[in-house]
Structure formats: C-alpha cells, structure tokens
C-alpha cells in the first residue's frame, strides 16, 4: 500500500509540475535564461566588479529584463516554437563562449553562415554534444511536454501578463537604485559585454538575414570628377611643414 501510495503521490505531483500557468512558465524561462544560459556575462561582471554581489543582481537585472520580453512575445501558440529554437541555440552559443571565449556578434554570424561544412563539423565533439543536450535539449524536452493552463478569460490573462511585467520592470527598478552608476561604469568601459549576453546572436542573426537578402546594395556613384586644380591668388608654391616628434 505504501509502494502504490507513493507512485500515486509521485504521478499526481509530476502532473502538477507538468501543467502550469503561461505566466509561470515566463518566470522559470527569465530565471534559467538569466542564471543558467547567461552564466559568462554574470561572471564577466563579477570579475570586473570584484563583488559577489554583482554576481546576483546581474543574474536578478537579467531576470527582470526577460520577464519583460518574454511576457510581449510569448502567448500559448507562440510560446514552445520560439523558446525551443531560443534555449537550443542559446545552449549552443553558451558553449561556444565557454569553450572558445567568442562572441556572437554580427561579424561572427557572417562568419558561421560563410564557412565550409568540414570546419564547421570539426568542433562538433561529444563534450559538445552532451553540453547541448543537457542545457538545451532537455529543457526543451520539458517544455515541449508542458500544458499550458489557461483557465481565466481573456482580459483576466492579459491582467497577469500587465502584473508579470510590472514585476519584472520593479526588478530593475530596485537593481538600479542600488547599482545604476557601478553598472554604467562597467557598460561604457566594456562596451563588449553585450556581445555576451544570450540570445542577442538572434537579432545579429536577422541583422545579417536583413542585410544579405533583403537590402539592395547602393549603386556606385563616381563622384569629385570635375574637380581642379586651381592655382593659387598670389602665384606662390604650396608650403609644406613636416613636424617630426619623437
């Protein structure tokens, strides 16, 4: 009985865990994005700071700026196509500037979209392999086998996703009271740290797609063809002053 008690107790919580509300769903994604697949910017800021402290609050700065952006773009249709193509190639580039130190910028999504299949597969390795599947792959595995519980009307559902976003707009209220002209001074003298934070390869990824694809490239235009030569006014040569400092 007490074998058969503990599976039921076991199938009943493991079914709750599996059905959650949209808004809850967001926070767990703001914190594993924030926490787990943001870890090098949260530690970039740590070692330039030198306090544990800012090992946190980025971690909670972070957080806040997620719940606000997961809160706009995903809804019950919406929400496991693009967090499943987010965390995976998010874990992706997560290991990528653990393992290599790279940055995801424009340059670097050229460089990933203009290289030979023989290069790209060469960092392919089972480190690589086990790294995605355990902080991409599983996640999306679990959110893939989520139901989305949606037991409020309309307006009750957008009243919480106002309330989700106020939450995460007091989250960086509060880390900015605090930590507003540490975090300045760090952003404007590593200006690089941006580059780090996951997924901005996405919009760089677009950024490129928009340039090559659908941006017509300017015509050449000769231009200064009827330019001249004037002689000077006063018919003196041209004065030269080389200054050599050493």
Known sequence: MSVRNSMK???SLSSRFNRLSPEIIILFLAIYFAAVLNFPVNKALYQLAGQPAFFITSALM???CFIIIFSLILWRFTCKPIMILLIISSATTLYAT???NVFFDYSMIENIVETHTGEAFS???THAIVFVTVFGVLPCFWLLHLNMLSPHPW????LR?????CIGVMILAITAIFFYKDYVSIGRNNPYLKKMINPAHVYNAIKYINKRYFTKAPLYRTQ???AKILPTTNAKPTLLVLVYWC
């Open 9 to 11: 107790e076991y199938l």
């Open 62 to 64: 972070l957080t806040g």
């Open 98 to 100: 653990l393992e290599y």
């Open 123 to 125: 960092y392919v390795n």
């Open 155 to 158: 307006y009750m559902s957008l």
């Open 161 to 165: 996703r106002v309330i989700l976003i």
């Open 224 to 226: 200064g063809i009827d």
